[in-house]
């Protein structure tokens, strides 16, 4: 899949896509009614398809960001992974369709030896997946020369045996400690700067320690967001509840925020799992999703 590179005044994003799967409308929004998809059916035909039950459902990328700035080169989120790297996830939530995220990095013309720190948006297994790869009975960081950086409060909602509680499978195990056994994981409870342009912010409610990256750079800005938004229909539907939102009501508010600032600030936005850049434009009075 062919990549794309948003340019930040002299930061560049470039997006590094995982893999996609189909997810029902009826499984990932259970309350909303079927027929209000219909205008975002029309106006994004491109992120949506039919399941192999022939159900509506949205097209759910796994997406990770390739961002450089001074010097620095920075992942956010490390995908889905594989049956190798994020056992559980992958065979039981996903049912066995794997990321390809260090070819497509390669493609992009990087290597895992090239990422200094990879952040973390949230500790959703389907934001860790790449986190470690495993030779024979050795597991290792798979970005040999990264810090791993993620919010305090994930590692406490999660930390084993809790994560199994949540989906019905363990991935914390498999993904997340080992980065700690190998002193590579540094957890930050606020808005952190990671360099003079790339700022972390808190936007909780999907998950206690969701964080998104501010990037500022020659009087421009981005905000790459984790599962604030999953998809572009809530850009006008903040209040829709998705259904592994941990508070409904702060995930709603979070939205709401995120946009008013996105539209002040004229900031282009990046959504991990809907593909490509996009900006906020207002038509009637509504907010919608407007790529870029
Ligand atoms: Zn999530
Ligand atoms: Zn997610």
């Not at 996609?20 to 027929?35: C, G, K, N, R, W």
């Not at 490390?78 to 056992?87: E, F, M, S």
């Not at 972390?200 to 320690?209: D, E, Q, R, S």
Request: charged fraction near 20%; charge should be negative.
């Amino acid at each position: 899949m062919p990549h794309s590179t948003l340019t930040v005044g002299s930061v560049e994003i470039t997006v590094i896509h995982d893999t996609e799967v189909a997810s029902p409308f009826s499984q990932s929004f259970p309350d909303v009614p079927a027929e209000a998809w219909a205008p975002y059916l029309e106006r994004y035909p491109d992120a949506y398809t039919k399941n192999a039950g022939g159900e509506d459902s949205r097209r759910t990328h796994f997406e990770c960001y390739l961002v450089r700035s001074q010097g620095r080169t920075l992942l956010v989120d490390t995908g889905l992974g594989t049956a190798a790297t994020n056992p559980g996830t992958v065979t039981k939530m996903f049912g066995g369709v794997e990321g390809d995220l260090l070819a497509n990095l390669q493609a992009a013309g990087f290597l895992p030896g090239d990422i200094d720190t990879v952040f973390l948006t949230h500790l959703h297994p389907d934001h860790v997946g790449w986190n470690i790869t495993r030779d024979g009975g050795t597991e290792s960081p798979t970005f040999p020369n990264a810090r791993y950086v993620a919010h305090e409060a994930d590692w406490s909602a999660f930390n084993t045996p809790k994560d199994s509680e949540i989906f019905g499978f363990d991935w914390w195990a498999d993904t997340v400690t080992p980065l700690r056994q190998a002193g590579v994981l540094d957890l930050v409870s606020g808005e952190t700067e990671l360099t003079g342009e790339l700022t972390i912010t808190p936007t909780p409610g999907h998950t206690p320690g969701s964080m998104s990256m501010i990037v500022n750079s020659g009087g421009e800005k981005a905000f790459i967001m984790g599962d604030v938004f999953h998809g572009p229909a809530q850009v006008t539907e903040t209040e829709w509840v998705f259904r592994f939102d941990m508070d409904s009501d702060q995930a709603s508010k979070t939205r709401r925020d995120i946009l008013e600032r996105a539209e002040r600030e004229n900031a282009a936005i990046a959504i991990c799992h809907h593909s490509g850049f996009g900006r906020v434009v207002k038509e009637q009075g509504r907010r919608y999703w407007q790529a870029l």
